[in-house]
């Protein structure tokens, strides 16, 4: 394997990282829960900032099959949700907006610092922990534009513990377009080589399938 590839193939570990933020988001919303394995990967990456590599930032390849899933849906079109894609498209151009505003991003380097160390001690799948993200979020995120949309069931919306979950997995799912850009990744890439992406996402979600039995 080149180097080259390599990168890719940590490239699209970080869209599926993306796109998994975006989807439990999308599940707490329509139902009012989510796939807790995919979950519990995602608010672990958030918190993990020096892992030796991309897959380990999700705790293994395994730690985004529900991300490489939806990330396949969308590049080959069968089962295309037009509402993950806006959202990922949305979160994308809030990680450039967080790029260009240093102060923001600087608060929220230091609240997940101080959110790393509570988790520590409660573990990051708490409900204090989950709250501390949302907590988070709102407050240096939300300030910025674009603004998250998220649809979804009304009456669940209007349920704290809901919204306070959807917000964990958005700031998750910046956590990976953050990772995206670092990688080396650019938005005209999804279009340029959407074929090699979705060959590559299915070999990672093959490996990690077959890795866990």
């Keep these: 394997m080149t180097f080259r590839q390599a990168m890719t193939e940590e490239r699209v570990l970080a869209l599926a990282g993306l796109f998994q933020g975006v989807g439990l988001a999308c ?3 329509r139902e009012g829960r989510c796939d807790e394995t995919a979950l519990d990967a995602s608010l672990a990456s ?6 030796p590599s991309v897959a380990a930032v999700y705790g293994g390849v395994a730690g985004v099959r529900l991300g490489l899933r939806q990330l396949i849906a969308q590049l080959d079109g069968r089962e295309r949700d037009f509402t993950l894609t806006r959202m990922a498209v949305a979160v994308l151009r809030l990680e450039r907006s967080l790029a260009r505003h240093p102060a923001v991003l600087e ?3 230091q609240g997940l610092e101080a959110v790393q160390a509570q ?5 990051h799948d708490s409900a204090e922990v989950i709250a501390r993200l949302d907590a988070l979020y709102t407050a240096t ?4 534009q674009p603004r998250i949309l998220v649809a ?3 009456d669940l919306l209007k349920q704290p513990a809901v919204v306070i979950r959807i917000r964990a997995c958005l700031l ?7 990772l995206w850009r670092q990688l080396g990744g650019r938005r005209w890439q999804l279009l340029l080589h959407r074929r090699r992406c979705c060959m590559l996402a299915r070999g990672l979600l093959t490996g990690a399938i077959l890795d866990r039995g």
Excluded: C, H, M, Y
């Excluded at 958030?46 to 892992?51: D, K, N, T």
């Excluded at 988790?119 to 573990?123: F, I, P, S, V």
């Excluded at 995120?141 to 910025?144: C, F, I």
């Excluded at 998750?172 to 953050?178: E, P």
């Design 27 to 29: 599940q707490f919303a």
């Design 107 to 109: 608060r929220l380097q």
């Design 172 to 178: 998750a799912a910046v956590r990976s377009a953050v």
């Design 141 to 144: 995120l939300s300030t910025l």
């Design 152 to 154: 979804g069931d009304p």
């Design 46 to 51: 958030i918190l993990r900032r020096e892992a």
């Design 119 to 123: 988790a520590a001690r409660l573990g």
